[in-house]
């Protein structure tokens, strides 16, 4: 009795192998418990690790990508209706010089 009280207060392990097998089973749930919370803690920082790097690709990558093709999208819209006015200011012209020709 004396060495049990003794390992308890040294052993944490000692105390609960005295159990016999359910000290076994309570061991293996302790560790099997410490090892699933530090499975789960790696794979929560691999997630938040991952979020901080699509994060800062679409900071840095599409944002301004996406601003320069809004830019270049306006452009091009503004010149196809231009092109449209010239178009039809030619259209406009032909006809006009058909009618003079007739």
């Known amino acids: 009795m004396l060495y049990a009280a ?7 392990l000692a105390l609960l192998l005295q159990y016999g097998v359910l ?7 302790v560790v099997y418990a410490k090892s699933s919370i530090k499975r789960e803690r790696d794979a929560a920082d ?3 690790a991952q979020v901080r790097e699509l994060n800062d690709f679409i900071r840095d990558k599409l ?3 996406q601003v320069e093709a809004t830019i270049l999208h306006k452009q091009v819209s503004e ?3 231009e092109a449209v006015d010239v178009i039809a200011e030619i ?3 032909d ?3 058909r ?4």
């Open 63 to 65: 944002l301004p990508a």
């Open 79 to 81: 010149v196809l209706g």
């Open 23 to 29: 000290g076994i089973f309570a061991v293996l749930l």
């Open 46 to 48: 691999r997630a938040e």
């Open 6 to 12: 003794e390992a308890s207060a040294s052993d944490p």
């Open 91 to 93: 259209k406009t012209l």
């Open 99 to 102: 009618r003079r020709g007739s």
């Open 95 to 97: 006809r006009n010089e």
